[in-house]
T-cell receptor
Framework: EPEVTQTPSHQVTQMGQEVILRCVPI?????FYWYRQILGQKVEFLVS????????KSEIFDDQFSVERPDGSNFTLKIRSTKLEDSAMYFC?????????????FGAGTRLSVL | DQQVKQNSPSLSVQEGRISILNCDYT??????FLWYKKYPAEGPTFLIS?????DKNEDGRFTVFLNKSAKHLSLHIVPSQPGDSAVYFC????????????FGTGTSLTVIP
Protein backbone atom coordinates (compact mmCIF):
# COMPACT_ATOMS: atom_id res chain seq x y z
CA GLU A 1 0.00 0.00 0.00
CA PRO A 2 1.40 3.43 -0.93
CA GLU A 3 2.54 5.50 2.01
CA VAL A 4 4.03 8.84 2.90
CA THR A 5 7.58 8.49 4.18
CA GLN A 6 9.43 10.99 6.31
CA THR A 7 13.08 11.30 7.20
CA PRO A 8 14.69 11.51 9.64
CA SER A 9 12.46 10.01 12.30
CA HIS A 10 14.21 12.10 14.94
CA GLN A 11 16.22 15.27 14.46
CA VAL A 12 18.15 16.94 17.25
CA THR A 13 19.49 20.43 16.65
CA GLN A 14 20.86 23.39 18.48
CA MET A 15 18.79 26.54 18.80
CA GLY A 16 19.49 28.88 15.90
CA GLN A 17 20.45 26.13 13.49
CA GLU A 18 18.70 25.39 10.25
CA VAL A 19 16.91 22.08 9.79
CA ILE A 20 15.36 20.44 6.77
CA LEU A 21 12.68 17.83 7.24
CA ARG A 22 12.08 15.57 4.30
CA CYS A 23 9.01 13.84 2.99
CA VAL A 24 8.20 11.62 0.06
CA PRO A 25 4.46 11.92 -0.60
CA ILE A 26 2.39 9.23 -2.27
CA UNK A 27 3.46 9.21 -5.89
CA UNK A 28 0.26 10.17 -7.68
CA UNK A 29 -0.81 12.77 -5.14
CA UNK A 30 -0.84 16.42 -6.06
CA UNK A 31 -1.39 18.20 -2.74
CA PHE A 32 1.08 18.26 0.07
CA TYR A 33 0.89 19.45 3.63
CA TRP A 34 2.88 19.95 6.77
CA TYR A 35 1.37 19.74 10.22
CA ARG A 36 2.98 19.79 13.60
CA GLN A 37 2.04 18.50 17.03
CA ILE A 38 3.66 19.95 20.09
CA LEU A 39 3.77 17.39 22.89
CA GLY A 40 0.39 17.11 24.56
CA GLN A 41 -1.31 19.45 22.13
CA LYS A 42 -3.39 19.06 19.00
CA VAL A 43 -2.16 18.51 15.48
CA GLU A 44 -1.89 21.94 13.85
CA PHE A 45 -1.87 22.83 10.20
CA LEU A 46 1.22 24.64 8.93
CA VAL A 47 1.06 24.83 5.16
CA SER A 48 -0.34 23.28 2.02
CA UNK A 49 1.40 23.14 -1.32
CA UNK A 50 0.15 22.56 -4.83
CA UNK A 51 1.58 23.09 -8.27
CA UNK A 52 4.89 24.24 -6.85
CA UNK A 53 3.49 26.95 -4.70
CA UNK A 54 1.99 27.47 -1.29
CA UNK A 55 -1.80 27.38 -1.44
CA UNK A 56 -2.52 28.03 2.23
CA LYS A 57 -0.53 28.68 5.34
CA SER A 58 -1.34 29.22 8.98
CA GLU A 59 -0.08 31.98 11.22
CA ILE A 60 2.40 29.50 12.67
CA PHE A 61 4.12 29.35 9.28
CA ASP A 62 6.12 32.55 9.56
CA ASP A 63 9.22 33.71 7.70
CA GLN A 64 11.36 31.13 9.48
CA PHE A 65 9.60 28.37 7.59
CA SER A 66 9.75 27.47 3.95
CA VAL A 67 8.69 24.54 1.82
CA GLU A 68 10.01 23.22 -1.41
CA ARG A 69 9.49 20.42 -3.84
CA PRO A 70 13.04 20.20 -5.18
CA ASP A 71 12.36 17.28 -7.50
CA GLY A 72 9.48 15.07 -8.56
CA SER A 73 9.34 13.08 -5.36
CA ASN A 74 10.54 15.03 -2.33
CA PHE A 75 8.72 17.67 -0.33
CA THR A 76 10.74 19.49 2.29
CA LEU A 77 10.11 21.77 5.23
CA LYS A 78 12.95 24.09 6.19
CA ILE A 79 13.19 25.96 9.46
CA ARG A 80 15.87 28.61 9.06
CA SER A 81 16.74 29.42 12.64
CA THR A 82 15.21 26.99 15.07
CA LYS A 83 13.77 28.08 18.38
CA LEU A 84 13.10 25.99 21.46
CA GLU A 85 9.38 26.23 20.79
CA ASP A 86 9.83 24.58 17.40
CA SER A 87 10.32 21.28 19.21
CA ALA A 88 7.44 19.10 18.05
CA MET A 89 6.43 16.21 15.86
CA TYR A 90 6.20 17.33 12.26
CA PHE A 91 3.87 15.39 10.01
CA CYS A 92 3.84 15.47 6.27
CA UNK A 93 0.64 14.54 4.44
CA UNK A 94 -0.51 14.24 0.88
CA UNK A 95 -3.81 13.97 -0.92
CA UNK A 96 -4.94 13.22 -4.44
CA UNK A 97 -7.44 16.04 -4.55
CA UNK A 98 -8.03 19.36 -2.93
CA UNK A 99 -10.66 20.51 -0.58
CA UNK A 100 -13.24 19.05 1.66
CA UNK A 101 -14.02 15.53 0.65
CA UNK A 102 -10.53 14.29 0.20
CA UNK A 103 -8.45 12.16 2.53
CA UNK A 104 -5.03 13.29 3.61
CA UNK A 105 -2.54 10.50 4.21
CA PHE A 106 0.07 11.12 6.86
CA GLY A 107 3.64 10.04 7.32
CA ALA A 108 4.99 8.69 10.59
CA GLY A 109 6.43 12.08 11.47
CA THR A 110 9.77 13.60 12.36
CA ARG A 111 10.39 14.41 15.97
CA LEU A 112 12.33 17.66 16.12
CA SER A 113 14.15 18.41 19.34
CA VAL A 114 15.67 21.87 19.64
CA LEU A 115 18.21 22.18 22.44
CA ASP B 1 -8.74 28.81 18.60
CA GLN B 2 -10.32 25.45 19.26
CA GLN B 3 -12.69 24.91 16.40
CA VAL B 4 -12.69 21.16 16.99
CA LYS B 5 -12.87 19.80 20.50
CA GLN B 6 -12.56 16.38 21.99
CA ASN B 7 -13.43 16.82 25.61
CA SER B 8 -12.50 13.33 26.78
CA PRO B 9 -8.75 12.86 26.82
CA SER B 10 -9.10 9.16 27.59
CA LEU B 11 -11.58 6.31 27.51
CA SER B 12 -11.37 2.72 28.73
CA VAL B 13 -13.69 0.02 27.43
CA GLN B 14 -13.94 -3.73 27.89
CA GLU B 15 -13.20 -5.88 24.89
CA GLY B 16 -16.38 -6.70 23.01
CA ARG B 17 -18.25 -3.64 24.25
CA ILE B 18 -19.01 -0.46 22.36
CA SER B 19 -16.56 2.45 22.34
CA ILE B 20 -18.05 5.87 21.75
CA LEU B 21 -15.72 8.76 21.04
CA ASN B 22 -17.12 12.24 20.83
CA CYS B 23 -16.17 15.40 19.02
CA ASP B 24 -17.71 18.88 18.95
CA TYR B 25 -17.04 21.69 16.53
CA THR B 26 -17.85 25.36 16.43
CA UNK B 27 -17.48 26.33 12.79
CA UNK B 28 -20.79 25.84 10.98
CA UNK B 29 -18.94 26.02 7.66
CA UNK B 30 -17.28 22.66 8.23
CA UNK B 31 -18.68 20.21 5.72
CA UNK B 32 -16.36 17.23 5.93
CA PHE B 33 -15.32 15.30 8.97
CA LEU B 34 -12.84 12.53 9.50
CA TRP B 35 -11.56 10.27 12.21
CA TYR B 36 -7.93 9.34 12.36
CA LYS B 37 -6.30 6.74 14.56
CA LYS B 38 -2.77 7.12 15.82
CA TYR B 39 -0.47 4.58 17.38
CA PRO B 40 2.69 5.68 19.20
CA ALA B 41 5.58 6.51 16.87
CA GLU B 42 3.28 6.47 13.84
CA GLY B 43 1.43 9.12 11.92
CA PRO B 44 -2.34 9.53 11.99
CA THR B 45 -4.06 6.84 9.92
CA PHE B 46 -7.34 7.59 8.22
CA LEU B 47 -10.21 5.61 9.67
CA ILE B 48 -13.56 6.90 8.44
CA SER B 49 -15.12 10.09 7.15
CA UNK B 50 -18.50 11.70 6.70
CA UNK B 51 -19.79 14.51 4.56
CA UNK B 52 -22.18 17.06 6.01
CA UNK B 53 -24.92 15.86 3.65
CA UNK B 54 -25.08 12.62 5.62
CA ASP B 55 -25.78 11.86 9.23
CA LYS B 56 -24.25 8.40 9.38
CA ASN B 57 -21.49 6.49 7.69
CA GLU B 58 -20.59 2.91 8.48
CA ASP B 59 -17.53 0.87 7.67
CA GLY B 60 -17.36 -2.52 9.32
CA ARG B 61 -17.05 -2.10 13.06
CA PHE B 62 -16.78 1.68 12.75
CA THR B 63 -19.70 4.07 12.44
CA VAL B 64 -19.56 7.83 12.46
CA PHE B 65 -22.64 9.85 13.35
CA LEU B 66 -23.04 13.52 12.56
CA ASN B 67 -25.50 15.83 14.27
CA LYS B 68 -25.20 19.12 12.43
CA SER B 69 -27.68 21.01 14.59
CA ALA B 70 -25.66 20.14 17.68
CA LYS B 71 -22.33 20.46 15.85
CA HIS B 72 -21.40 17.09 17.20
CA LEU B 73 -20.03 13.91 15.76
CA SER B 74 -19.23 10.61 17.31
CA LEU B 75 -17.36 7.47 16.42
CA HIS B 76 -18.77 4.13 17.49
CA ILE B 77 -16.60 1.04 17.52
CA VAL B 78 -18.50 -2.22 17.93
CA PRO B 79 -17.25 -4.61 19.11
CA SER B 80 -14.12 -3.04 20.55
CA GLN B 81 -10.92 -5.02 20.24
CA PRO B 82 -7.58 -4.65 22.07
CA GLY B 83 -5.97 -3.64 18.76
CA ASP B 84 -8.24 -0.60 18.70
CA SER B 85 -6.27 0.87 21.59
CA ALA B 86 -4.84 4.09 20.16
CA VAL B 87 -5.36 7.83 20.14
CA TYR B 88 -8.31 8.89 18.00
CA PHE B 89 -8.38 12.32 16.41
CA CYS B 90 -11.41 14.00 14.99
CA UNK B 91 -10.72 16.38 12.07
CA UNK B 92 -12.85 18.78 10.09
CA UNK B 93 -12.53 20.86 6.98
CA UNK B 94 -14.57 23.42 5.10
CA UNK B 95 -14.77 23.83 1.37
CA UNK B 96 -14.45 27.59 1.59
CA UNK B 97 -11.22 27.42 3.59
CA UNK B 98 -9.45 25.11 1.20
CA UNK B 99 -7.89 21.94 2.31
CA UNK B 100 -6.52 22.36 5.76
CA UNK B 101 -7.77 20.02 8.42
CA UNK B 102 -8.61 21.22 11.90
CA PHE B 103 -7.86 18.57 14.47
CA GLY B 104 -9.17 17.92 17.94
CA THR B 105 -6.77 17.16 20.77
CA GLY B 106 -7.43 13.42 20.61
CA THR B 107 -8.94 10.75 22.83
CA SER B 108 -6.79 7.91 24.03
CA LEU B 109 -8.81 4.70 23.85
CA THR B 110 -7.79 1.67 25.86
CA VAL B 111 -9.61 -1.58 25.18
CA ILE B 112 -9.18 -3.93 28.09
CA PRO B 113 -8.97 -7.64 27.19
Amino acid sequence: EPEVTQTPSHQVTQMGQEVILRCVPISNHLYFYWYRQILGQKVEFLVSFYNNEISEKSEIFDDQFSVERPDGSNFTLKIRSTKLEDSAMYFCASSAERGAGDIQYFGAGTRLSVL
Amino acid sequence: DQQVKQNSPSLSVQEGRISILNCDYTNSMFDYFLWYKKYPAEGPTFLISISSIKDKNEDGRFTVFLNKSAKHLSLHIVPSQPGDSAVYFCAASARNTGNQFYFGTGTSLTVIP
